[in-house]
């Protein structure tokens, strides 16, 4: 499946925030790609079977348009080999505006880390109620917890 960087493809309130920590970034004098906004529930998918997605519990926040993938536009994922800070940056940035960390955990050793480019709308502990809510609903919990009015 395709992935997606199109920011049209989230929701106003989540676009509109990715927009201000992109600009922030910039300023801050980083270079940033927004690599992936919508996924398909069968791109999802395929991701968990892979094995390049952790996803419990159903859907990514992806595929409700509340959650994008941004990744240094040096170092791609690879930061820590150049000694670049730019998934701190990101994420602290990030939680100034509202968006949720997610922890991930290494299969092979148990090691916990942060999802380095994945910012979203809602704490883990809401995505089962974002995944029973209708589309109007989802939309309110990410102006919510993005306190966007």
Known sequence: MKRISDPDELLPPVRERVARLTA???EDGYE????????????????VAAGKSQVKGGPSMHCYRIAADIICGKHKWGCANHRCDFFDRL????LAL????VRLTEPKTGRKYW??????AVPVAVQDQV????????????REYLRVA
């Open 24 to 26: 922030w970034l910039r």
């Open 115 to 120: 999802d380095g480019p994945h910012v979203q």
């Open 98 to 101: 509202g968006f949720t960390r």
């Open 32 to 47: 940033w790609v927004l690599h992936e906004t919508y996924r398909t529930p069968e791109r999802s998918a395929e991701l």
């Open 91 to 94: 994420h602290s940035k990030a």
């Open 131 to 142: 995944r029973r809510a209708k589309p109007e609903e989802i939309e309110q919990l990410a």
